[in-house]
């Protein structure tokens, strides 16, 4: 069974602009998740999707957001970037269904802000 | 609240040593753990996990047992060896109105030489 894929897995963008990433879950899993990874702050939870609904929502402005497609692929948009967005980006998947839930990670999405 | 603490890195020890990697956690309700490991470069891999009191995980020659009593789920190999040189992070799985959450510890940097 294919693992969950990420798209693209590095960008680099300027202070301003906005960009979209792209995320393929596990095969029958209805959920996905997304996280920001810095240095500075660690793993921290964004949003989480099921079933084309979010809902989840981590302490992140609303330049940050995010949608999820009947096929259960999922994209997170942000929106006039900042320095500080520059970050590892990863997405998870799982069944999202049940209290023992696993979530499985995709490779990230590198993202360069100028 | 829910919070994870992970003993802080790096920790560095040479091949065939003995490897803990303490982990405790705050949590409400019967949360599930999981250990995760970053390779430089990657996303997140599961490494194992235990849904339940007493349980212990085990992969790779890695193990972990769920402690209630004493809030743990420490890390432990008995012989490491250079290609486990990563970063491990200890998870909280908490399942609350009817979703899952993820809240991950800071990460503990582990370089093991020859």
């Known amino acids: 069974k294919a693992g969950v894929t990420q798209t693209p897995r590095y960008l680099i963008k300027t202070r301003g602009q906005q960009v979209t990433l792209s995320c393929s879950p596990i095969?029958?899993?209805?959920?996905v998740s997304w996280y920001q990874q810095t240095p500075g702050q660690g793993l921290q939870f964004l949003f989480e999707?099921?079933?084309?609904?979010?809902?989840n929502k981590g302490n992140f402005p609303g330049r940050f957001s995010g949608r999820q497609f009947s096929n259960s692929r999922s994209e997170m948009n942000v929106s006039t970037l900042e320095l500080g967005d520059s970050a590892l980006y990863l997405c998870?998947?799982?069944?999202?269904?049940?209290?023992?839930?696993?979530?499985?990670f995709g490779p990230g999405t590198r993202l360069t802000v100028l | 609240g829910n919070s994870v603490t992970q003993m802080e890195g790096p920790v560095t020890l040479s091949e065939e040593a003995f490897l803990t990697i303490n982990c405790t956690y705050t949590?409400?309700?019967?949360?599930?753990l999981f250990w995760y490991v970053q390779y430089p470069g990657e996303g997140l891999q599961l490494l194992l996990k235990?849904?339940?009191?007493?349980d212990k995980g085990s992969n790779k020659g890695f193990e972990a047992t769920y402690r209630k009593e004493t809030t743990s789920f420490h890390l432990e190999k008995g012989s490491v060896q250079v290609s486990d040189s990563a970063v491990y992070f200890c998870?909280?799985?908490?399942?609350?109105?009817?979703?899952?959450?993820?809240?991950f510890g800071a990460g503990t940097r582990l370089a093991v030489h020859p």
């Open positions: 998870a998947s799982s069944l999202g269904t049940a209290g023992t839930d696993t979530q499985y």
């Open positions: 949590a409400t309700g019967y949360p599930s």
């Open positions: 095969s029958g899993h209805r959920s």
């Open positions: 235990a849904t339940k009191a007493d």
């Open positions: 998870a909280l799985g908490v399942f609350s109105g009817g979703y899952n959450k993820l809240i």
């Open positions: 999707y099921f079933s084309e609904t979010q809902r």
